[in-house]
């Protein structure tokens, strides 16, 4: 088989593969391409979260990770069931808060390893759930298990 020929077979391969691979992604969540306008967001994404209380008088940067934080507590945030805690990351610019990269999601279910919390991560465009694995924000707040999971500190998130 001559070069070029190899380099197309190969082309075809990679091209088949990501077709075959793509069908399940886009069928989770791609946009439709119709005139007929489409809903944006996921119902357990909390619109309004904005309008809660704010934890952090000023954004909370981590350098070590690149990131500036915003923390968002809900009305009900005696870290009861129902308790919705909401972290806006941001990359981390010049040492200043730049631009959105998601929106996590913090809920207390009840049910469940890590407390009985549950996590979720939304693109903040779309409002599209993140197909991100929230393994890793479990594996990392189990570190904080002894503080029921928190890194903040409770007074600072009940109202």
């Not at 981590?62 to 805690?85: C, K």
Request: aromatic share 8%; glycine share 8%.
């Amino acid at each position: 088989m001559t070069s070029h020929a190899t380099r197309n077979a190969l082309r075809f391969s990679v091209l088949a593969l990501v077709g075959v691979l793509g069908l399940p992604v886009a069928a989770c969540g791609s946009k439709q391409t119709t005139d007929t306008p489409q809903q944006t967001g996921d119902p357990d994404y909390p619109t309004n979260y904005r309008q809660w209380s704010k934890v952090n008088a000023s954004p909370i940067i981590r350098e070590d990770e690149g990131v500036a934080r915003e923390l968002y507590t809900n009305p009900r945030a005696d870290l009861g069931v129902d308790t919705v805690l909401v972290k806006e990351q941001y990359r981390l610019e010049g040492g200043e808060k730049g631009a959105l990269e998601f929106v996590a999601v913090m809920r207390r279910t009840g049910r469940g390893e890590a407390g009985g919390w549950s996590f979720q991560a939304f693109d903040p465009t779309t409002r599209q759930q993140l197909t991100r694995d929230s393994t890793a924000c479990v594996g990392c707040h189990t570190l904080q298990a002894d503080a029921d999971y928190l890194f903040s500190e409770p007074s600072a998130l009940q109202q």
